[in-house]
């Protein structure tokens, strides 16, 4: 049975929140119960039964269930691990999530440093290597019940092997993290560092889906090998989505809002009705939102999909300042600040797109599209400018 190997990659949804631990939101994904009940009836009806031959049905299945807690308790403190020390580092997170291959701890932005990769990497597999040696020393207690020091070696190997997979040198596994920090530091080079981890984490991968092909064909081990293969399948996906990051990263290196920005975008007031903005907008086509102004102030922006959920009589008498998103709620960023930093905040906002103010003053309209296409590789889209419906 393979363990449970990659933390921290892209979004795997909570199912069951569970509370917060050491301050971490920490939820369940359904597909952990799957692999529990797997673990559960594995320990029970196969793996204590060779090692402790002499022991009844009941307690087996006791066993099992006492060791499979256990085992998903083992990860979560794992996380809890990186989590910590990720904050210590000054790092957000979004919180914790088991699933079905193990914990995901989900950071928000980038790693400040080389030197704090390497202390969040390594924390959460010195975490396990803790448990592994706790429980070793308690099933070497001479003198405790069979079923007590069975359950206990299993926990020591498992968490062990835990530890061994997650630190081979391949990202997305902490191995790879602390293999990226060190190149990161001696090269002070972030990409060529990802490249280097994560083309070692591709090779890993595709060792690991020959393997389980190997064990599911060739050894008639359908289950192991599917499941190796899995696992292999999803380091790929998540080594890939590592390097694209860092491509992206590197993309928005020394950019500021302003060089993406449309710098003078069509606008509209607040008084103007949703009866005159619907008809420039099918009169001209192409915008679908509109900064508000009020004087020579931004007070929100108009998506014209609003309309879609208005009936049209109230059009006439209805002006947009009623029905727009007004700045508190809107993603807001100065021409001058980091990219990186204001696509962190606009990813926040359902709307996808933020006002650029400068001193209260409209100095542009930042749209996700707009740095989708960059990092694609085009331009920013050149900007129409002119006045609005009045
Ligand atoms: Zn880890």
């Known amino acids: 049975m393979a363990a449970a190997p990659a933390c921290h990659t892209d979004r795997v949804k909570d199912s069951f929140p569970l509370g917060r631990i050491a301050g971490v939101k920490v939820g369940l994904n359904w597909s952990v119960l799957v692999i529990a009940a797997y673990l559960v009836f594995a320990l029970a009806t196969s793996i204590f039964p060779s090692t402790n031959p002499g022991l009844g049905e009941g307690t087996r299945i006791v066993m099992g269930i006492v060791a499979a807690a256990l085992f998903l308790g083992s990860i979560l403190l794992h996380e809890i691990g990186h989590a910590v020390q990720a904050k210590r580092d000054g790092m957000t997170i979004d919180g914790i999530t088991l699933w ?10 980038m790693f400040p440093g080389a030197g704090a990769e390497f202390r969040i990497a390594i924390a959460g597999p010195l975490v396990s290597l803790a448990l592994g040696l706790g429980f070793s020393g308690i099933a070497l207690v001479p003198g405790i019940p069979e079923p007590v020091d069975a359950v206990a070696a299993w926990l020591a190997y498992i968490n062990i092997a835990l530890l061994v997979f997650n630190m081979l040198p391949a990202l997305p596994m ?25 083309g070692l984490g591709r090779f890993l991968a595709m060792g690991l ?19 190796l293969a899995l696992i292999g399948w999803f380091i790929l996906r998540a080594s890939e989505g590592e390097t694209r990051a860092a491509a992206i990263t590197a993309k928005f290196s020394g950019l500021t809002v302003r060089d993406v920005m449309v710098a003078d975008p069509v606008t509209t007031t607040a008084t103007t009705t949703l009866d005159e903005i619907a008809a420039f907008t099918r009169w001209t086509g192409a915008y679908t939102t509109y900064p508000v102004l009020d004087g020579d102030m931004a007070v929100g922006l108009f998506p014209i999909g609003v309309l879609r959920g208005l009936p049209r009589e109230v059009w006439e008498t209805t002006p947009v300042s009623r029905v727009m998103v007004p700045v508190e709620h809107v993603s807001v960023s100065h021409p001058d600040e980091p990219l990186q930093d204001a696509v962190g905040r ?7 797109r933020g006002l650029v103010l400068e001193d209260g003053r409209l100095a542009g309209l930042l749209s996700m599209s707009d740095v989708v ?15 609005g419906p009045a």
């Open 373 to 387: 296409r960059l990092v694609q590789g085009g331009r920013p889209r050149d900007a129409a400018a002119g006045p």
């Open 346 to 352: 606009l990813q926040a906002f359902a709307l996808h």
């Open 174 to 198: 902490d191995g790879g993290r602390v293999l990226r920090s060190a190149i990161w530091a001696r090269t002070k080079d972030f990409g060529r560092a990802t490249r280097i981890a994560g």
């Open 100 to 109: 079905v291959f193990g914990g995901v701890a989900r950071f928000v932005g």
């Open 209 to 227: 889906v020959a393997l389980g092909a190997v064990i599911a064909i060739g050894l008639g081990s359908a289950i192991s090998g599917i499941w």
